[in-house]
């Protein structure tokens, strides 16, 4: 056992010793499948393919087998077995070999095809059986070229930056599953599956302003319940320079930016540059070789970080996920304006912990609404991010906010300057902020050019499970009062100052 996994350690170090060890293992057992199942072919493709490739697909058939067959190209197990490796190498690696082993070897791993498939020759068949094998090695090979070239062709799709939203497996999906989701149900099925669903992530539907389960029409409106008055007391509502949860959730991370790479962790190990996650960015806008002259503001993140370290606070950043389970609005978590949002499209992958922890760039890649505010000591950014089955992300302040487009607009993003007096092309995220000598609640009161929200004011919606970031200043007085991994619930003391 000791030298297995000393053997393990050295190829997780080296990537090309992992590379050329899954290579020989992968002639090995290529042979060997060969051997075991006789050479009989698994599949049939119902078009002859050009030479190199039909080589390569009847590997280690007899030529009698392939001479046969005029019209179709027969398939050995050892290539089925390379299309299964090729496919699902990334879920290989991940479950057995760390991030920098591109192909990982065979550990833990198996293909299970019918035995029926693999005609050996202790099996005596009829003329029916051998009727069935035929029909199945057709179906087999229909299937293996269908699917091939449809993901070949999706693969190739999203290579092109003017469509890859628009082809992306998981916005589809959400958009499906929206579209069920906002179909009226019967009064009868709405007990069933309301009741249902209640059961299993254990609703308390007794705080819920509406506990009828018949009275909500779609699973939408279920799914985006409200909640009765004083069912989630907020935490000291007239302080200014304290903060409550603006949902029912779990911690994921929280922490204090790192001011030199001015970076937030936003899942455990998974580090996300301010830029990157704030304005879409990617790439450095000082850097020649990647150029990003589309999207501007990138700059203000530098002088923004400057202030606040000439105020001698500090950045703090938490994120929040909502199961299933949890009430779906969200709320303002302080006294704060909104000067100025972003909507940045993107993907929507899935945000629940035990998908993040395994993929990287899940949140700067994922479609977010962010916003942009100062509240009583400084800067504050909120941003709520969107996930598989979440393709719709509404905010109460703001109704030209449409998420999940089918056809989104290069460069995918857009701006809107909730300040007054200011015109877009003058305005940015930060403006306001940089501009501004003095932060206390009689200033935010006192200047009517913004959007204020009120401390535990309601200020949009999940129609799904999903993730708020708070990105916020404070003093180094001012003490998180929230750990990793601890379930909040909306109005749940957040932050507060010693």
């Not at 409550?244 to 030199?260: A, E, F, I, R, Y």
């Not at 950045?315 to 972003?342: E, G, K, N, Q």
């Not at 993907?347 to 890649?365: A, E, G, I, M, R």
Request: hydrophobic residues 35%.
């Amino acid at each position: 056992m000791t030298v297995l996994r000393n053997l393990k350690r050295s190829i997780q170090k080296d990537r090309h010793i992992g590379q050329l060890f899954t290579a020989l293992l992968s002639g090995i057992f290529i042979n060997l499948l060969s051997y075991v199942f006789k050479s009989q072919p698994v599949a049939m493709i119902p078009f002859k393919p050009f030479h190199i490739f039909a080589s390569i697909t009847s590997y280690n058939l007899d030529k009698d087998v392939i001479q046969n067959e005029t019209e179709r190209q027969p398939i050995s197990a050892a290539f089925l077995f390379i299309l299964a490796f090729l496919s699902f190498r990334s879920a290989i690696r991940k479950i057995c070999f760390e991030k920098t082993t591109r192909l990982a070897p065979f550990h833990n791993m198996s293909i299970s095809i019918p035995r029926r498939v693999f005609l050996t020759k202790e099996i005596q068949w009829g003329s029916y059986d051998e009727n069935w094998k035929e029909t199945v090695q057709l179906f087999t090979g229909y299937v293996l070229s269908t699917w091939y070239s449809v993901y070949s062709i999706y693969k190739v799709l999203k290579k092109y930056n003017s469509i890859k939203y628009v082809v992306s497996i998981t916005r589809v999906i959400s958009r499906m599953t929206g579209f069920c989701c906002s179909l009226y149900l019967p009064v009868f099925m709405r007990y069933i599956v309301y009741g249902a669903y209640a059961k299993f992530y254990q609703i308390d539907m007794s705080e819920v302003e509406d506990p009828d389960f018949g009275n909500y029409e779609t699973f939408t409106k279920f799914f985006t319940r409200r909640l009765k008055a004083g069912a989630r007391p907020i935490f000291e509502p007239e302080n200014e320079l304290s903060m409550c949860s603006p949902c029912d959730g779990k911690v994921l991370t929280c922490g204090v930016v790192n001011s030199q790479y001015s970076t937030v962790d936003c899942v455990k190990g998974r580090s996300y540059r301010l830029y990157e996650f704030m304005l879409g960015v990617q790439g450095d806008d000082q850097d020649q070789k990647q150029p990003t002259e589309e999207i501007p503001n990138n700059t203000q993140i530098a002088s923004m970080i400057e202030k606040v370290k000439q105020r001698g606070n500090q950045l703090y950043w938490m994120v929040i996920y909502l199961s299933p389970a949890d009430y779906h609005r969200f709320h303002s978590p302080c006294l704060h304006t909104a000067d100025y949002r972003r909507h940045v499209v993107g993907y929507l992958s899935p945000v629940k912990p035990s998908h993040v922890n395994k993929h990287k760039d899940v949140f700067k890649n994922n479609e977010r609404v962010n916003i942009f505010g100062r509240w009583a000591q400084g800067f504050y950014f909120e941003s709520a991010v969107g996930a598989t089955n979440v393709g719709s992300i509404k905010m109460d302040f703001d109704e030209e906010v449409m998420t999940n487009m089918t056809c989104p607009q290069y460069p995918y993003y857009e701006d809107k300057s909730y300040l007054k007096s200011a015109t877009l092309d003058k305005s940015g995220p930060f403006n306001k902020y940089l501009t501004q000598q003095e932060f206390s609640k009689k200033t935010l009161e006192a200047d009517s050019d913004f959007l204020r929200m009120e401390k535990g004011e309601m200020t949009g919606r999940f129609e799904m499970g999903s993730t708020i970031v708070l990105i916020f200043e404070a003093d180094k007085n001012t003490e998180l009062a929230i750990k990793e991994g601890q379930k909040l619930n909306l109005g749940d003391k957040l932050v507060t100052r010693q």
